[in-house]
């Protein structure tokens, strides 16, 4: 069983920077592909970023590419987001997402662990 816990939200201003971290406990594998998701009210969940399972790989969205980071320490134990030049409308809850690769792809085809989610609300 693995659980994922997200933390570091929060109300700030346009302009501002924000990280987002989550800590991943239970069996977790070298083969995991970690990422971050968010959901705006009254939208769909959308993909941020993902990070594959040897952390040489990174991919963003076309929305924060440039502005946001995802990176890892001891062993994809913890998880991070960081987010620069923030917009309103990078405000939603920001989820931590997980999956066993198994070593056969890079990232996940579909994220099976997820959190709880973290709330970011950008003020204009």
């Known amino acids: 069983q693995v659980q994922l816990e997200e933390s570091g939200g929060g109300l700030v201003q346009a302009g501002d920077s924000l990280t987002l971290s989550c800590a991943i406990s239970?069996?977790?594998?070298?083969?995991?592909?970690v990422a971050w998701f968010r959901q705006a009210p009254g939208e769909r969940r959308e993909f941020v970023a993902e990070?594959?399972?040897?952390?040489?790989?990174?991919r963003y969205a076309d929305s924060v590419k440039g502005r946001f980071t995802i990176s890892e320490e001891n062993a994809k134990k913890n998880v991070y987001l960081q987010m620069n030049s923030l917009k309103p409308e990078d405000t939603a809850v920001y989820y931590c997402?997980?999956?066993?690769?198994?070593?056969?792809?890079?990232?996940?085809?579909?994220?099976?662990?997820w959190g709880q989610g973290t709330q970011v609300t950008v003020s204009s």
């Open positions: 990070l594959n399972w040897s952390g040489s790989g990174r």
């Open positions: 239970g069996h977790i594998f070298n083969s995991y592909a």
């Open positions: 997402a997980a999956c066993n690769t198994y070593y056969s792809r890079e990232y996940c085809d579909e994220y099976v662990y």
